[in-house]
T-cell receptor
Framework: NAGVTQTPKFQVLKTGQSMTLQCAQD?????MSWYRQDPGMGLRLIHY???????DQGEVPNGYNVSRSTTEDFPLRLLSAAPSQTSVYFC?????????????FGPGTRLTVL | AQSVTQLDSHVSVSEGTPVLLRCNYS??????LFWYVQHPNKGLQLLLK??????LVKGINGFEAEFKKSETSFHLTKPSAHMSDAAEYFC????????????FGTGTLLAVQP
């Protein structure tokens, strides 16, 4: 198993550009989520999905869209990038929502918006 | 609302000496608590978790944490630090309910001196 994979690893955007951060998992996990990590702030939840076709907002959803058309993939879209979205983005997945279901994290995407 | 507070942003120890990383939590319910580790430029890895079973939880790489309800604490310890322990550590609480949402602390950067 590859686990949770994210592409790209690094990205530089100009203000106003759009892009999609890709996340895929091959563990047949139902629950997937996106976090952003900023210095001194830990990780904050952007959006999450409890299964294909179902998504919901997390703590900091503004400026981001998600969709979940398959169990494996959970892309994060930035429609009009802003410098405040400069961050490291992590995707995570778990088998289910129960407390015993460990979340597995991808390696991250480092995004810079100029 | 649930939250975690990591009391130290940086901790420096000498190799072979004990490690103590402090975390206090706030929760109206019996919490599910975790410690994650992030090595430089890597994703996050689960060290250990508390889910209302034994109050002393053993994790990977010799780490353990003790849940103390009276002190609302979940400190992470290791008897003897190794150079490979140098990383950032996050205390995390799971949001109560049918959800796998996690709330992260701001992180503690552990430096290990030779």
């Amino acid at each position: 198993n590859a686990g949770v994979t994210q592409t790209p690893k690094f990205q530089v955007l100009k203000t106003g550009q759009s892009m999609t951060l890709q996340c895929a998992q091959d563990m047949n996990h139902e629950y997937m989520s996106w976090y952003r990590q900023d210095p001194g702030m830990g990780l904050r939840l952007i959006h999450y999905s409890v299964g294909a076709g179902i998504t919901d907002q997390g703590e900091v959803p503004n400026g981001y869209n998600v969709s979940r058309s398959t169990t494996e993939d959970f892309p994060l879209r930035l429609l009009s990038a802003a410098p405040s979205q400069t961050s490291v983005y992590f995707c995570a997945s778990s088998l289910g929502q129960g407390v015993y279901n460990e979340q597995f994290f991808g390696p991250g995407t480092r995004l810079t918006v100029l | 609302a649930q939250s975690v507070t990591q009391l130290d942003s940086h901790v420096s120890v000498s190799e072979g000496t004990p490690v103590l990383l402090r975390c206090n939590y706030s929760s109206s319910y019996s919490p599910s608590l975790f410690w994650y580790v992030q090595h430089p430029n890597k994703g996050l890895q689960l060290l250990l978790k508390y889910t209302s079973a034994a109050t002393l939880v053993k994790g990977i790489n010799g780490f353990e944490a003790e849940f103390k309800k009276s002190e609302t604490s979940f400190h992470l310890t290791k008897p003897s630090a190794h150079m490979s322990d140098a990383a950032e550590y996050f205390c995390v609480v799971r949001v109560t309910g049918a959800t796998n949402k996690l709330i992260f602390g701001t992180g503690t950067l552990l430096a290990v001196q030779p």
